[in-house]
């Protein structure tokens, strides 16, 4: 199998700490999720498995639908840029896009690391005959361009940019990192919309949909890529320091080798591919605050999950 070099670049840059006497190796970094089309359909079909359909992905489409009328009132009827960061499929979007049809004049734009996904959103809005679909090389981007692409798209009428960051996409990051790199690229007057998991305190059961055979079958991918074999590793997940992790622990000694380099794991070390960081309501209400003095908070009548509308 074909090594990916940036996957093994990452690995070979971070090294190793010791924890004990275990080495553990992180190379947690979600655009490395979706390298490949196989992992990107992996993500869309961990989407649609029980547990993670039912804590994440319904949760906050439920929360979009009781509050969207207070949502997008906020828009004041301007013509405006939806734009889509980590899209996916685009199906959130959907929700706002059938919604603001004959309401104001939008015009939409996906923006994901994986250029599968951008077609997937782009043929699933498209079908909708809604406004303006956008399609141009800043598409397919990491979130460090938005800047760019936030300043190229308020052409015409279009002043207003309306940012979703939904599918506790702002859980994957270093929450401080991210929320300055958004505010960075908005305008006076620019509306974001986060949605993301809140912290129950309950860690048995945030732990239970991260027990997931999809989520495993999505993860391993990012190890097989550099020369591993899934039969080699073990999945686990735990709570540490206010956040998930999801590992593997190598079963043998392994070397694997790319360009003239080799790397020697050890049986018995642990590899983080993923970590998915959890706020309680406080807190998320407080980060938020942080970047943004005009933030409306929606929260979920079991306190699990939040929307936060944000004005710069």
Do not use: H
């Not at 906050?60 to 828009?75: F, G, P, Q, R, T």
């Not at 970590?275 to 929606?298: A, G, L, Q």
């Amino acid at each position: 199998m074909q090594v990916n070099d940036l996957i093994f670049k990452e690995l070979i840059k971070r090294g190793y700490s010791l924890e004990g006497k275990t080495r553990v190796w992180n190379i947690a970094d979600s655009k490395l999720w979706y390298l490949t089309p196989e992992q990107a359909q992996a993500f869309l079909d961990l989407e649609k498995s029980g547990d993670y359909q039912k804590d994440v992905i319904q949760k906050e489409i439920d929360l979009i639908k009781e509050n969207i009328n207070n949502i997008v009132k906020k828009l004041n009827q301007k013509p405006v840029n939806i734009i889509d960061l980590g899209c996916g499929d685009g199906k959130k979007a959907v929700i706002f896009i059938n919604y603001l049809e004959g309401k104001v004049k939008l015009r939409y734009c996906p923006i994901d690391i994986s250029d599968y996904m951008i077609g997937k959103a782009l043929d699933r809005i498209k079908k909708l005959n809604v406004g303006e679909v956008v399609e141009f090389q800043w598409n397919v981007s990491d979130f460090e361009n938005l800047e760019n692409v936030s300043q190229l798209l308020k052409r015409g009428n279009f002043k207003n940019n309306f940012i979703l960051l939904l599918g506790n996409t702002l859980g994957n990051f270093e929450i401080n990192e991210l929320l300055y790199e958004i505010r960075s690229s908005m305008a006076e007057g620019d509306f974001l919309l986060i949605g993301n998991g809140l912290d129950t305190r309950n860690q048995d059961d945030v732990l239970k949909a991260y027990d997931n055979a999809y989520l495993d079958e999505l993860l391993v991918k990012t190890l097989t890529q550099i020369g591993l074999k899934k039969e080699d590793v073990q999945y686990g997940a735990r709570f540490r320091n206010s956040r998930i992790e999801m590992y593997y622990t190598i079963k043998k000694n392994t070397k694997i080798t790319f360009l003239d380099k080799p790397v020697y794991f050890n049986a018995g070390d642990q590899i983080i591919v993923a970590v998915s960081y959890k706020y309680d309501e406080e807190n998320f209400r407080k980060y938020v605050k942080m970047y943004f003095d005009d933030v409306k908070v929606y929260v979920s009548d079991d306190k699990s999950y939040a929307l936060a509308m944000c004005k710069r």
